[in-house]
């Protein structure tokens, strides 16, 4: 007997990123950030409770270096689109569990690039640079993978997950001897169902 799921969701979301960069030859430093998301899923299927996800996400990443005297931070904040695939278990009619799989596409929109380091003179220096834009350090596109594990308990959401780029984020110009750069992101969050 076929069951009636709801056919569009709606919701907001907030949390906790933990994100870094992958880098060939260094090793960055996770930064903690924060993301905040409005939230569509559309059922797919009248039989089978599998949905498409989809929404807008403001999330700030980045990540931190740290060599002897020099220390580096980098800020970056995106605009996101995630596109995702939900399975729904429902336990009792009270809690749902999903996985979720799926890409994202992110476009920088802001942030600083901070260097600190000691000079001839031994003196701090501090130099700051846009993160994105012509004089940026990063590409402003990005698009990768997410996976995420959600739990709904009547209209309330938790979700544990992890994305990562696909595509090499730095830009020309601020690259030393063809250093790639690629994000990753751990993401905790909560929120409401409408």
């Known amino acids: 007997m076929a069951q009636n799921y709801e056919k569009n969701l709606y919701g907001v979301r907030a949390g906790l990123n933990v994100s870094n960069m992958s880098m060939q030859g260094l090793s960055a430093n996770s930064k903690a950030g924060f993301h905040i998301a409005g939230v569509y899923q559309r059922l797919l299927a009248e039989s089978l409770p599998v949905y498409l996800e989809t929404g807008l996400q403001f999330s700030q990443k980045g990540c931190k270096l ?9 800020n970056a904040w995106y605009l996101e689109i995630p596109l995702m695939v939900n399975y729904k278990f429902s336990i009792k009619d009270i809690v749902t569990v999903y996985p979720s799989v799926g890409f994202f596409y992110a476009y920088g929109i802001g942030g600083k690039y901070t260097e600190e380091y000691m000079d001839m003179d031994d003196k701090m220096v501090s130099d700051k640079y846009n993160t994105f834009g012509k004089e940026g350090v990063l590409k402003h596109s ?4 997410r996976f995420s594990a959600t739990v709904d308990w009547r209209r309330y959401s938790f979700s544990l997950g992890y994305e990562f780029g696909f595509i090499d984020v730095m830009n020309e110009a601020f690259s030393e001897d063809g250093l790639k750069v690629k994000t990753g992101n751990f993401f905790l969050s909560l929120g409401y169902n409408f």
Do not use: A, Q, R, V
């Open 66 to 74: 740290e060599y002897d005297y020099d220390k580096t931070i980098l």
């Open 142 to 145: 990005d698009l990768g993978m």
